[in-house]
């Protein structure tokens, strides 16, 4: 994730109080909120909010070009109910992708080019198969790396439970300005036959060395894929 992509999510982010929903859906009123992309059986593609609504876009102000599954800001404005398997027809603002990735395996052959700089993580969420992650680091000269990996040295807990590492790696970045960012990673990975739910630790180096961030986890498998 790129610099310049964490500014526009912290433009497009600080409208996320400053608009309320109206019954008329006043083509002045705007919500932002992050949601995920659609393209399968449906032409554009179908966004649906972390919220859960399910928006079709009429109207778009930008030349999107849809990834299936892709983690998304979005900025829109209601353009009328539907009484179909939509819950809004909507215009496109803004869209702002989320970095998206896979849970991926942590060897001796990629350790450094993962890193493991200090990160705080302020904020997770759980949308259907993803976890998202809202983060503070240090930087601003350069583009920062991040992932969620699989320590090949540290796979489990003494009773079984999955652990896995939020990694950044700041890139030689001399520059120490509060930056805030966005990452969501697919989870399905750690799904198994036995259960629909997974409990799993989830660790990051944190910019106070003595309080890293070690927390338990419950991911529950989507029904839908």
Known sequence: ?????LLLLLTVSSFIFSCSKDEDYSLDNFWVTSATIYTDDVQPYLIVTDSGDKLFPSISNIDY????????????????????EFDFYVRVNNVSEILTKD???????????IGNDPINIENLWF?????????????GGAVHFVNLVKNADSLYTDDGKPILEFRHNRNH??????LRGWSSFNLKSLENEETDSVVFILKA????ENKPFRKELIYRSSIED
């Open 65 to 84: 070009k849809p990834t299936n599954q892709q983690r998304v800001w979005v900025s829109y404005t209601i353009l009328n109910d539907t009484n179909g």
């Open 1 to 5: 994730m790129n610099f310049r992509s």
């Open 205 to 208: 180096k944190s910019i106070k």
């Open 127 to 139: 949308t259907d198969n993803y976890l998202t992650i809202q983060f503070l680091y240090g930087g």
């Open 103 to 113: 849970i991926i395996k942590l060897t001796d052959s990629n350790k450094d080019s």
């Open 173 to 178: 970045d001399l520059y120490n300005n509060a």
